[in-house]
């Protein structure tokens, strides 16, 4: 998602008390930040927001770090939640190619991965949030337990990322082709910006996938 530039954007962040103006001094001290022992999940590309201000509000014993490229879009998920008090809720401005910067070995339990560009171009492959490198450096700040949860409207990223998470000695689980025909198997799925526009036009593929 490129939202047009926006003036001052990152000055606008700063601003606010979701916003974590130098991640990369909290790697191994994220516990720090939320004050408490919570296991952390993370959203990587998170666009407007939805998604995690949502879940954040639903599971107060769970931290939140929703992670955009982009400083001008990430305005945009603090703006729909700067007037609520959601302390389990942080936002950064990280480039998903440097996570281990940001994240000590072991430090996250969940990694979300919803509706990802897919760089559909072959040469482009390098580029998708699923592809090799990008999965060695989630397995590396994954712990034990940790588990990367995959929506997607595309089927061919879908298959790639299928494809990836073998290779890349992966174990997949509850697989669905088409996520809003099986809700009564995921009452919890909680829909993103994408996903409530994207599902009414076309299936929407979820998995899990676990390091081995
Ligand atoms: C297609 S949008 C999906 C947004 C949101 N997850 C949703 O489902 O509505 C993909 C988002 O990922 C962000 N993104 C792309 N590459 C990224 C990267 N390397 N690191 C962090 N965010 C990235 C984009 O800026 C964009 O906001």
């Known amino acids: 998602m490129r939202l047009r530039n926006v003036k001052n954007a990152r000055e606008r962040l700063i601003d606010n ?3 974590i103006e ?3 001094n909290n790697k191994g ?3 720090k930040v939320f004050g408490n022992d919570n296991p952390i999940h993370i959203e990587i590309g998170c666009g407007k927001g939805q998604f995690m ?5 639903l599971n107060p014993d769970i931290n939140y770090i929703a992670i ?3 400083d001008s879009v ?3 998920a603090e703006e729909k939640i700067k007037d609520e008090d959601i302390p389990n809720l942080r ?7 440097s996570i281990c910067d940001y994240f000590e070995l072991g430090e996250i339990d969940r990694i979300y991965l919803n509706f990802s560009d897919p760089w559909p171009k072959k040469h482009h492959a390098k580029r998708r949030l699923t592809s090799p490198l990008f999965l060695e450096s989630y397995r590396k700040i994954l712990n034990k337990d940790g588990e990367i949860h995959f929506k997607t409207d595309n089927r061919g990223l879908f298959e790639y990322s299928l494809e990836m998470f073998n290779e890349c000695n992966y174990s997949i689980k509850n697989i669905s082709l088409d996520l809003h025909k099986d809700l009564e198997k995921y009452p919890f ?6 996903e409530d526009k994207w599902s009414k036009l076309g299936p929407i593929y979820r998995l899990e996938a676990k390091p081995r």
Do not use: Q, V
């Open 17 to 19: 008390h979701y916003f």
């Open 22 to 24: 130098e991640p990369i």
């Open 29 to 31: 001290l994220w516990h």
């Open 53 to 57: 201000a949502t879940l954040s509000k």
């Open 68 to 70: 955009e490229k982009f």
């Open 74 to 76: 990430l305005l945009r």
């Open 91 to 97: 936002l950064c401005i990280i480039d998903a190619g």
């Open 189 to 194: 799925n909680i829909t993103t910006e994408f």
